[in-house]
């Protein structure tokens, strides 16, 4: 395909068709059409549509080392760099060994899942250089992870906060400064299990790629009937670990939910910044220590339900009592900044 016709079609101009289904083996596999996909589907849903060169001193094997869960999953090195590698930020290198290890303190990120996070990262990665996503990859890689954070100017992990900084103190003695960014708890609820159908629809590949927990969730989610208040609670119910407080716990530990107002004052007191969406920015230039920077939204896939199952007397009811310690942590975050 030419660029100009991809650019007639509203397709990026270097869009390449056999590329974007060799990238995206589950569409090839389900025989859609290639620019048919990304136009209804592959744009809304960020996937990969071109690979990137790779650095001339790009080693595969040290690649790998660095990023051991890349190894478990037998990927081809060279292709996940060149496609998901650089605009991760993920190190292919060691550092230098001439060079003066970085003393400034260290940017912790708990980053919780649905709230606008992935845009925060690639804000600290553009503003910072280079850091650690998904840190928790390397929760049995210490090695891997101090050398990684020897380079890094930031963290960041789908890790409780002090699990995350457990690690983090395990590696290095650097300072630490620690952030994190909350939504509101039934938006962050819907988009969680909106990702669950995304994620459905993409297919066993996908699935197979999955911890178990999530390909369960996955599953239950996409055989509710999403129009029934009865089986989304049901859904919510038997897989709480994953919707219900999950950002008190990912802020507190497992014990948030019998926490006192008090005790989770005390708790945020640890944070040097805790955001919500609508004040991301200044968030972010807190972090960054940049003013005025640019928050990419990522990841804003199209509803594959009615949110308006979530508002409905059963569904709110539902939620106002087993999905309490989120409603009260967003509540003491707003009053505490207004």
Request: hydrophobic share 45%; aromatic share 8%.
């Amino acid at each position: 395909m030419n660029a100009f016709s991809a650019a007639l079609n509203g397709l990026p101009a270097d869009f390449d068709p056999e590329l974007y289904l060799r990238l995206n083996p589950d569409v090839a596999a389900a025989g859609i059409g290639a620019a048919a996909h990304y136009l209804a589907h592959g744009r809304a849903e960020g996937r990969v549509w071109r690979s990137d060169p790779l650095p001339a001193d790009f080693d595969p094997g040290l690649y790998l080392d660095l990023n051991p869960e890349l190894a478990r999953a037998g990927v081809d090195p060279a292709l996940h760099y060149r496609t998901f590698g650089r605009r991760e930020g993920r190190f292919y290198r060691d550092a230098d060994p001439a060079a003066a290890p970085r003393r400034e303190a260290l940017v912790v990120f708990v980053h919780i899942g649905k709230t606008a996070g992935s845009s925060l990262n690639e804000v600290l990665y553009r503003a910072l250089g280079p850091g650690v996503r998904h840190v928790e990859t390397l929760v049995d890689h210490p090695s891997v992870a101090a050398r990684q954070l020897a380079q890094s100017g930031w963290v960041s992990g789908h890790l409780w906060t002090g699990a995350l900084c457990g690690l983090v103190r395990g590696v290095t003695d650097r300072p630490l400064r620690l952030f994190t960014l909350l939504r509101d708890p039934v938006e962050q609820i819907c988009s969680a299990y909106n990702w669950l159908l995304v994620q459905a629809a993409r297919g066993p590949a996908a699935e197979a790629a999955m911890p178990e927990d999530i390909r369960a969730a996955t599953r239950a989610v996409a055989a509710t009937d999403h129009g029934d208040p009865a089986a989304v609670i049901r859904t919510l119910a038997r897989h709480g670990g994953l919707f219900l407080n999950h950002q008190a716990r990912a802020v507190f530990g497992p014990g948030a939910g019998t926490m006192t107002d008090e005790e989770m004052r005390a708790g945020l007191a640890r944070f040097e910044g805790v955001g919500l969406p609508d004040r991301i920015g200044d968030l972010a230039a807190q972090m960054t220590g940049c003013p005025g920077i640019t928050v990419p939204r990522e990841n804003a896939s199209p509803y594959r339900f009615d949110k308006a199952v979530f508002r409905s007397p059963a569904v709110a009811g539902f939620l106002a009592r087993a999905h309490a310690a989120d409603a009260r942590l967003v509540a003491l975050v707003r009053a505490g900044r207004g």
